[in-house]
């Protein structure tokens, strides 16, 4: 599935929860899909615009003079469907720390440990904010029937950071013993 219809997809799905301004989408996609998924405006206007000529979307008078409101439409609902539906494809990782492990011998084993320890505690950070999301959405989700998916997600990211602590540890005790120069 290629970006554009990705970000299709989450908006889309935005905007089937309510109609909203682009900054109100925005925010949405980022403080409830933020913890697997991200749109910026340079994607969200140019997508709002393309949706709204394709009749996805309907654009209204917002609350502030020159504030627009968007709203999905029927074909719009047809189309996250659609895109729903189809298969996903898989995009080739970056990940900045493992190229630098990598070529860890030329980085250093310090830097690399030091590496490795940060990652370890970012993803401590992360699982607690995972904990606290799911105690946040079960209370107050609890009688929504998007539950279950809503802790689905959740629960990827917590197997993630859980992950992230095992291959630090497995990581940190592959690599020699740091070693101390003697006076």
């Known amino acids: ?3 554009r219809d990705q970000s299709e997809m989450a908006i889309l799905g935005g905007l089937s929860m309510q109609p909203m301004t682009a900054y109100a989408l925005r925010e949405a996609i980022r403080d409830v899909l933020g913890h697997f998924w991200s749109e910026s405006f340079g994607q969200i206007y140019p997508t709002l615009n393309a949706l709204e000529e ?6 209204r ?11 999905i439409t029927e074909s719009g609902a047809a189309r996250l469907h659609e895109l729903l539906s189809e298969p996903i494809t898989t ?3 970056r990940n900045g720390l493992l190229l630098r492990l990598f070529f860890g011998r030329t980085l250093g084993e310090d830097r690399c440990r ?22 946040t959405v079960t209370t107050q989700e609890a009688d929504s029937p998007d539950l279950p998916y809503n802790l689905i997600t959740i629960a990827a990211g917590r197997h993630g950071a859980q992950a992230t602590i095992g291959w630090a540890d497995e990581a940190l005790a592959l690599l ?5 120069a003697t006076p």
């Open 1 to 3: 599935m290629a970006r």
């Open 114 to 135: 030091e590496l490795i320890e940060e990652a370890r505690a970012d993803a401590e950070r992360r699982l607690a904010d995972y904990d606290a999301l799911a105690r």
């Open 176 to 180: 020699p013993a740091t070693k101390k």
């Open 91 to 93: 995009t080739p990782p």
């Open 61 to 71: 008078e917002g609350p502030r003079a020159g504030s627009s409101i968007f709203e």
């Open 54 to 59: 394709k009749g996805h979307v309907r654009r």
